[in-house]
């Protein structure tokens, strides 16, 4: 039997399965192809809404969809990867951190393990902060919140995912201070200087403190600490700061400076193994510069992979990925964002909305795509300062696959 193996259940893999699916299901369903889900988190996580979660206005059941009802042909392994051995076609995994190394082959392997804070860099961050990558970490977030109604907190990392969560938190009652490095926030969008501005307005509004040209280097229970020397009183530190591509070892020859899975044309990195999304560097096919590592270029080079390793097993040559944008979008509280749509800029409620079929169109469970819509027409009814202080009770747990 022939066997595709599949690292991670993020967007890469989840859209690789779907289009190799459509093409190979048949061969599937006959026994003869067999494709296998190694992910250290049992479900897909959708981070798009994760300002709406944090906010209280999105449930979040509705951003966790289980990988055997994402991927219900697959075989899923809850297990993390801990090498790649190219030469004999192996991978090799644990389903926990004490467990057996198990070792699984593969014809072809798709790599989508994406990216984690770095939170090495900081001392106390993984002990005494939150980050949002790990399985509900963002819930946990959204937990500890509701445990410290008012509190301060502080966002580390001034990118767009960062501004996003401020203004989020920001939105259910919190004085935050969000500490960038930078000498200004949202530099991934700098080619649209417009939108960044409205970005920082919509915090200014919002009174979120911005602390630019200064990091955060260490985390205590009731602070927080900056490079300049400055303490801040907080026992919220929450990291946005970037990302590092989470390392299989085996592949490490293939890496780039930054620790990304250097990619040809066709997103293979070497014979049998494909990679993309957040752990991979995918040259753009027009300008062969580096694609943003978002989730539209995750679910595109996912989609590519899926129908370059149908043809790998056809016999047939992979064809050049060839995706060239669509655009981005950010939201600043309900009903209002910024977005750009093939370099045109948008902002307020058409960014908003924009956004919103955008995200709701990628979302990998219909149903709960349509949750979303109808959390968002709840709020809608609500004005702002009745949704904060209802926040806590809307983003308290449910259970996950409601
Ligand atoms: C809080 C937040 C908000 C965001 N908001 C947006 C947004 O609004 N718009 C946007 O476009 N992008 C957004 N992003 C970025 C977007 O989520 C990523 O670019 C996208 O998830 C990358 O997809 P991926 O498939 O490469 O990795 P991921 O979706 O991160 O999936 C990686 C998978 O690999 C698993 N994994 C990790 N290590 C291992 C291992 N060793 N073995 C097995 N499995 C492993 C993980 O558990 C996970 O299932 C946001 C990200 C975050 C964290």
């Known amino acids: 039997m022939t066997r595709v193996v599949l690292l991670g259940g993020g967007y890469v893999t989840l859209h690789a399965y779907a289009t190799l699916v459509r093409r190979l299901g048949g061969a599937v369903r006959r026994g003869e192809l067999e494709i296998v889900v190694v992910s250290a988190d049992h479900a897909h996580r959708f981070h798009g809404f994760t300002g709406e979660l944090i906010a209280g206005v999105v449930r979040r059941d509705r951003l966790a969809t289980p990988l055997a009802e994402a991927m219900p042909l697959a075989r899923i392994i809850l297990g993390r990867a801990t090498g790649v051995d190219t030469d004999r076609r192996t991978v090799s995994f644990r389903r926990g951190d004490d467990a057996p190394i198990e070792h699984l082959s593969y014809d072809e392997l798709v790599v989508g393990t994406g990216a984690k804070e770095p939170t090495a860099e900081v001392a106390g961050l993984r002990r005494y902060g939150h980050t949002l990558r790990g399985p509900d970490e963002i819930s946990a977030l959204a937990d500890h919140l509701t445990t410290v109604p008012g509190g301060p907190v502080v966002v580390a990392g001034g990118g767009v995912a960062g501004a996003e969560l401020a203004a989020a938190v920001a939105d259910r009652g919190h004085g935050v201070t969000l500490v960038h490095s930078g000498d200004h926030i949202m530099g991934e969008w700098d080619d649209q200087p417009r939108l960044v501005a409205r970005g920082a307005a919509e915090l200014a509004e919002r009174g979120v403190t911005v602390r630019t040209g200064v990091r955060l280097v260490e985390v205590t229970p009731t602070t927080a600490h900056l490079s300049d020397g400055s303490v801040l009183a907080t026992g919220t ?109 948008f902002t307020g409620a058409v960014a908003w909305l924009l956004r919103l079929v955008f995200f709701l169109r990628f979302m990998p469970s219909r149903a709960r795509a349509a949750g979303v819509v109808a959390d968002l027409a709840r709020s809608a009814s609500v004005p702002r300062t009745a949704r904060r202080a209802t926040a806590a009770r809307v983003g308290a747990p449910a259970p996950e696959g409601a």
Do not use: M
Not at 269 to 277: F, K, L, Q, R, S
Not at 294 to 320: E, P, Q
């Open 237 to 345: 530190v929450v990291a946005a700061t970037g990302q590092r591509p989470v390392r299989i070892p085996g592949l490490d020859r293939w890496r780039d400076e930054h620790g990304r899975l250097r990619t040809h044309r066709t997103l293979a990195v070497t014979p049998g193994v494909w990679a993309a999304g957040d752990a991979a560097r995918v040259a753009h096919p027009v300008t062969r510069r580096p694609v943003p590592a978002n989730a539209l270029w995750a679910i595109k080079g996912g989609d590519h992979i899926g129908r370059s390793v149908a043809r790998a097993l056809r016999g047939r040559r992979a064809t050049h990925f060839g995706y060239r944008g669509l655009g981005r979008a950010a939201s600043f509280g309900f009903g209002d964002g910024i977005s750009e749509l093939y370099g045109i800029p």
